[in-house]
């Protein structure tokens, strides 16, 4: 069979060049076009079984197992599933959600053992997109209202020692070198930010794009970069 194949390929003969354009088109050919109606209604009852598959899964079992890995979880929980149906989780970490908030299945929240009870705190009808790294050591707390878009980094601390021989030995990060991290209401997160330890970002601010924040940002300033600086005041 693999020397017939050959021989077609190399089209050898006129009989095996006719073989040769024969299977050629048969691989290119097209489903009529008359027949797309039918292919598009098919493909909208695959959409609607898959959609009401995935809503069941939410609802039954995958809103309830993020829900009980929370303190508290206010009303209207939006838990979003993707591919990644669950969160990834590390450590004892303590989250406190407001009314109304958006969390998607592909987010990560990580607690380092520092303090007993390194806590998110989420306001009220804030987004939290897809893509999002919390890691905590003490306390980072998003206000209400607030739009985090896709994979943001939010930590209040380096996540191991500066020192090269504490690293080695596997220490923890060193208290003193644990800042808590303050985002209030209404702040807008731009798709790829970076927010380090120890900042505080003002009410209405706007963090743009890919920036990384590594000192506090005033109520109603847009800033961007890296490190991210002020653009202008809103």
Known sequence: ???????????????????????????????????????????????????????MATFFYYEPMFRGRCRTVGKS?????????????HGNIHIFLGDNVTVHSRSSFSAASVFEQPSLHVGDKTYLGPGLSI??????????????????????????PLDPLSRAKGDPVDKKNILPV?????????????????????EG?????????????EPHFVVAGNPAKVIKRI
């Open 182 to 202: 303050q985002i209030r209401n209404n702040v807008w997160i731009g798709e790829g930010a970076i927010i380090l330890k120890g900042v505080s970002i003002g």
């Open 1 to 55: 069979m693999e020397k017939l194949k050959s021989k077609i390929r190399r089209r050898e003969t006129p009989f095996y060049a006719f073989l040769y354009k024969v299977a050629f088109r048969t691989m290119r050919l097209n489903m009529p076009g008359f027949l797309m109606p039918v292919y598009r209604a098919i493909g909208a009852f695959r959409q609607i079984i898959i959609d009401l598959l995935r809503r």
């Open 205 to 217: 601010s706007v963090v743009a794009a890919r920036s990384v924040v590594v000192r506090d940002v």
């Open 135 to 160: 890691g905590i050591a003490k306390r980072i707390s998003i206000g209400s209202c607030c739009y985090i878009a896709s994979n943001v980094t939010i930590s209040d601390n380096d996540g191991h």
């Open 77 to 89: 929980l939006n838990y979003v599933k993707v591919r990644q149906g669950f969160p990834y989780f």
